[in-house]
């Protein structure tokens, strides 16, 4: 059996051997091992706490425990203790993903137990509650676990119940659980309680079709700026032109629920990232009314190189992000808190570019962000190549004929490979520039670009391993481009 005493004996006694050279400055990241998805996400008495799936004894995935990280700002992070081992029959291989709710003043987790079988068949998922008087020791209840296959419906698979999600509404408490259906499709569950501790299944809140991905997974369910928005993460969603091109992607539906009935109307669905590394988001309300949201900055079936060079680590979690919708569509930008931390500002204004390339040694970084402003009025193309070196570069294009925004890691450094049909590299979007205005906002880590578009209505997350230092800066253009604004932050963060 795992046991928290050992995972966190164990981290204390090897966090110091990992590799750094990519290890980020401001993203969430392990102290050693593997993580994925975030869990338990909660503002409690003053502190952020971000919990995550974690396997402290690899870079690669295994039975599953939580780890924790908290932070005062959502930007600087410090590692707690691991806070759920799988240390009970009911989760002996795995603490799979949950959410945590306050209550009478204690967090109280609800995650999903994982329990092997001599076949396939035999896998059982069951839901779980941990409780918490100080935010970082937990304690399973007697009562575990609270849910299992007797209060499943008849179309759902025990072998799939999992990521519970605990909304409270008035006196009660809702979970939502993902669920594969019999007949093929995923599907959202809806169960109630009173307590979190005993519960009753109420409706199947939206059923997806087959060719809408097998398997429906991490549900958050939410209001914001006057819609109700249900969030899932899907395995093996069918690819839409340039949309659901990852194995797993994310959909963002406005809609309506009918607490009453129990079902969610949709009205709009869109991909939530366009990027190559975004899967399994998570959202909560914070003390400033704000719905931020955080997620995995990874995909399922890809080489990490953090693994494969054996760093010692693999895995980290997005910039948080608040959530805003504007023409019944979801807009994301990072927190505020972050501009704190800029420095090293430098900026440019009214730079024009006429079929050329040109550095820009003084824009320079690798950790910091870079915001444009571009007139693409008369341009056919623009390239910003960034994080790059003498043989490697991450490129963004956005070709103003076809209205196509790119971005490119082919050339980044460590070729990343995954188990598409076809080497995946590069991801592209549809923008319309705001009066030939185009806005980026490109946040860059030791391994990661996260790219805002247009302050905010789309986004792509990627992470990018450069073999070398890669800090140059170069705009390349095809007819006439002017650059309206040219800025550059670094960022420091001291932990």
């Not at 575990?144 to 759902?156: F, G, K, R, T, Y």
């Not at 931390?341 to 820009?360: A, C, G, P, R």
């Not at 792509?460 to 550059?488: D, F, H, N, W």
Request: aromatic share 10%; glycine share 8%; proline share 4%.
């Amino acid at each position: 059996m795992y046991t928290l005493q050992r995972a966190n004996k164990y981290i204390e006694d090897t966090r110091t051997q990992v590799i750094k050279d990519y290890r980020h400055d401001y993203h969430v990241m392990a102290p050693v091992g593997w993580i994925n998805d975030p869990n338990g996400f909660i503002y409690y008495e003053g502190e952020y706490h971000l919990f995550y799936q974690y396997y402290p004894y690899k870079s690669v995935w295994g039975p599953m425990h939580w780890g924790h990280s908290k932070s005062k700002d959502l930007v600087n992070w410090e590692s707690a203790p691991v806070a759920l081992a799988p240390d009970q029959w009911y989760d002996k291989d795995g603490c799979f993903s949950g959410t945590t709710i306050e209550k009478d003043g204690k967090i109280y987790a609800m995650y999903t137990g994982h329990i092997e079988g001599e076949k396939p068949e035999d896998i059982r998922q069951v839901q779980c509650i941990a409780v918490s008087e100080d935010g970082n020791h937990f304690e399973k209840v007697a009562q575990n676990p609270v849910l299992d296959e007797d209060d499943l419906p008849d179309n759902a698979m025990p072998q799939d119940f999992r990521d519970p999600k605990v909304i409270q509404r008035g006196e009660v408490y809702y979970s939502l659980i993902a669920s594969k259906s019999k007949d093929g499709g995923g599907q959202i569950l809806l169960y109630r309680s009173s307590d979190l501790l005993e519960w009753e299944y109420v409706s199947v809140l939206l059923k997806g079709e087959k060719e809408e991905g097998y398997m429906w997974e991490c549900p958050d369910l939410f209001e914001l700026d006057g819609k109700d928005v249900l969030i899932i993460s899907i395995d093996g969603l069918p690819t839409e032109g340039n949309k659901f091109s990852n194995t797993h992607s994310v959909l963002s539906i406005i809609g309506k629920m009918d607490w009453e009935k129990g079902i969610f109307y949709k009205e709009v669905c869109e991909e939530l990232d366009y990027g190559l590394d975004f899967y399994a988001p998570q959202t909560i309300m914070d003390d400033k009314q704000r719905r931020v949201m955080v997620s995995w900055m990874q995909m399922w079936g890809r080489n990490i190189p953090t693994d494969t060079l054996e760093h010692g680590w693999a895995g980290a979690m997005t910039l948080p992000r608040e959530l805003s919708i504007k023409n019944n569509s979801m807009y994301q930008n990072p927190v505020n808190e972050i501009s704190s931390y800029f420095t090293n500002h430098k900026v440019k204004h009214n730079i024009i570019l006429i079929d050329e390339t040109k550095e820009f040694a003084d824009i320079s970084t690798e950790v910091g962000v870079l915001s444009l402003e571009v007139n693409t009025q008369g341009s056919k193309r623009f390239d910003i190549e960034i994080r790059g070196n003498d043989g490697e570069k991450t490129s963004l294009t956005y070709d103003n004929e076809s209205g196509i925004f790119i971005l490119d890691r082919k050339q980044s450094g460590i070729e990343i490979i995954g188990k598409e049909p076809e080497a995946l590299q590069q991801r592209y979007v549809h923008v319309k520039p705001v009066n030939h205005i185009l806005k980026l906002d490109i946040y860059l880590d030791r391994a990661s670009v996260e790219v805002f578009i247009n302050e905010g209505e789309h986004t792509m997350t990627s992470t990018i391993y450069p073999t070398k230092t890669a800090r140059k800066v170069t705009l390349r253009a095809k007819g006439k481009v002017e650059v309206l604004k040219m800025e550059r932050h670094d960022i420091e963060v001291k932990s």
